[in-house]
């Protein structure tokens, strides 16, 4: 008798502290739409309530609006569908910021640059629309030799033909290299007796061996640094750089991303960055990859600031340029290229920026200091390499997978590669808009068709059980995450071609791959990436529901809002 009476004073205590409403109260309860939460163990729920920036509870309307009172603000979805904010781990924001005074010289489908004559009369419209005088130098940004008719990079005498007093440079669309006139290879100081850089090279005419204008990898890094000083020189510049900058972020913010990247930030960019943090500029987090080779001399003074999130700026990690673009064909292969480079041999096959001593050199400075790094890995050479180095110092137990490198893009992977990353531990991060964007130029000039079938293998990573991410490289393409899904689910080219249909990933799992997976690799999956209680309130809005629209259909998908611990940040229209 004694336990039935206790059993029963026992369910009605229970049923008394159910029914009690939450002393937290919530400020916003998000309902009436879909919300996917990226959890598995509850996919989706009816409602979130949301307090001081961070999620408060998730579940049944009916439960959220205990966490209710007259001055929660209730906001009714109607349908559209909520998701964690998207997670930019690879992009420049910087980078577009500086691009953003440029001409833009993108082809279809981000812009009109189809061919080498578009890009000539662009460029003298600008010119005559600006009323640009005739010794100023001319930035035009993101031509694409993949793309534009011709299927060739434009020459020296093209740009010539533009303007001969004008020093002109534009640059390609994988940010590789770029190809200059003749006024601006002299402004440049760059002369027929210039040797190629380490790490880059001075194209040449194949006949004459006289400069052709393009540059390639360091030979285009350094001209356009070079570039930048000399036009910088004696002007402040700070405020115009800190416009562009905040236009860029509103760039990230517009495709739903509360996380963004900037992937390899040098020169003054670093401190650009720092001051934003300092005027708290930022309405997203932003993580910042200095390059390793630039600032090696100063890494002393970057170890505090490691993954410490100040005014929403944090240093995670350091950036290494392993080699260049496949697109571009500079990108370090085992085997040549389908068709060579004008001014190529036949077993022409890219070539690395580092050696493989200076590359354990540096990495080994850096996970000694628990420092984790980006490589930037195109080529399977590149990649090969990048295996071969942190394995050497994992053997030595200076790497420990807990650290979570990232080998970037790993676009001409080979399928060996892939339990050999997972023995690492590093993390393998997709530029899946390439199957959409170039994957008719890898499948016909490139790679080939077997070769290019495999580029951004994410199947073959999820089914070895490898976390892996996808991201959009900016401004490569527009940081676009929604194109960069639609590329790793469908594979279609822009022709139609499905290139390696069993590397065809679900809806799903391309959203995990840029939340939830995307948090694990920046080391904050205890913080974001997902819709749980305790984790900051980072949403994105869309119209349509990904899971549901017909896959091919994904590219429409709008971005209406975009949440940043529970203050809209961003707002179409």
């Not at 001319?138 to 534009?148: E, K, Q, R, T, V």
């Not at 052709?212 to 360091?218: A, D, H, Q, V, W």
């Amino acid at each position: 008798m004694k336990t039935l009476i206790y059993t029963f004073f026992l369910a009605v205590s229970i049923s008394s502290c159910q029914n009690r409403a939450p002393q937290e109260k919530a400020e916003i309860l998000y309902f009436g739409g879909h919300i996917l939460t990226m959890e598995d163990a509850s996919p989706q729920v009816e409602a979130i309530a949301v307090k001081e920036g961070k999620i408060l509870f998730t579940g049944t309307k009916q439960e959220a609006e205990r966490y209710s009172d007259p001055s929660t603000k209730l906001i009714n979805l109607n349908g559209k569908t909520l998701l964690p904010g998207f997670i930019d781990v690879h992009g420049h924001l910087t980078s577009r910021a500086g691009t953003m005074d440029a001409i833009d010289l993108s082809p279809e489908p981000y812009g009109t640059v189809n061919s080498i004559k578009d890009l000539q009369r662009v460029i003298k419209n600008d010119i005559k629309e600006k009323k640009i005088s005739d010794k100023q130098p001319i930035i035009g940004n993101g031509y694409d030799d993949a793309i534009m008719i011709e299927h060739r990079h434009p020459t020296k005498g093209e740009l010539d033909a533009v303007s001969k007093t004008n020093p002109i440079i534009v640059i390609h669309a994988s940010g590789h290299a770029s190809v200059a006139n003749s006024a601006m290879l002299k402004f440049l100081g760059i002369t027929e007796s210039s040797k190629d850089p380490e790490g880059g090279h001075l194209g040449r005419d194949k006949k004459t061996g006289k400069l052709n204008g393009k540059l390639e990898e360091n030979a285009s890094f350094t001209a356009l640094l070079t570039l930048t000083e000399k036009m910088n020189k004696g002007k402040n510049t700070q405020a115009h750089a800190m416009e562009n900058l905040m236009k860029a972020q509103e760039e990230w913010l517009s495709y739903g991303q509360t996380t963004i990247c900037d992937g390899r930030t040098m020169g003054e960019s670093v401190a650009l960055l720092q001051n934003a943090a300092v005027q708290q500029l930022f309405k997203a987090d932003v993580v910042y990859f200095p390059d390793y080779e630039y600032f090696k001399n100063e890494f002393s003074t970057f170890k505090p600031k490691y993954m410490q999130y100040e005014n929403h700026l944090k240093l995670a990690g350091f950036k290494f340029s392993d080699d260049g673009s496949p697109q571009g064909k500079t990108a370090w292969l085992t085997q040549p290229y389908l068709i060579p480079p004008e001014g190529q041999s036949k077993d022409y096959k890219g070539f690395p920026i580092f050696t493989d001593e200076t590359l354990y050199t540096d990495l080994k400075t850096l996970f000694q200091n628990h420092i984790t790094a980006q490589l930037h890995v195109n080529g399977d050479a590149a990649i090969d390499q990048a295996i071969r180095v942190i394995k050497r110092l994992k053997d030595e137990n200076i790497y420990k997978p807990g650290l979570r490198a990232t080998l970037i893009h790993v676009q001409n992977s080979r399928p060996d590669h892939i339990q050999k990353i997972k023995e690492l531990g590093v993390i393998p991060s997709y530029f899946s808009t390439h199957a959409y964007l170039w994957g008719d130029w890898h499948y016909s000039s490139v790679f080939g068709p077997d070769r290019a079938s495999f580029i951004s293998p994410a199947n073959s990573a999820l089914k070895a059980g490898i976390p892996f991410t996808i991201h959009h490289d900016s401004p490569v393409t527009p940081p676009d995450l929604i194109t960069a899904m639609y590329a790793a689910v469908n594979r279609k080219t822009r022709s139609g071609r499905i290139l390696g249909p069993n590397e065809r990933i679900t809806p799903l799992e391309a959203l995990k791959a840029i939340t939830i997976n995307a948090a694990y690799q920046l080391q904050e999956e205890n913080r974001k990436g997902s819709i749980t209680s305790g984790k900051l309130a980072d949403f994105v809005i869309l119209d349509q529901n990904p899971l549901t629209i017909d896959p091919e259909k994904m590219r429409d998908i709008k971005v209406l809002e975009t949440i940043k611990e529970g203050n809209s940040v961003y707002q179409r229209n």
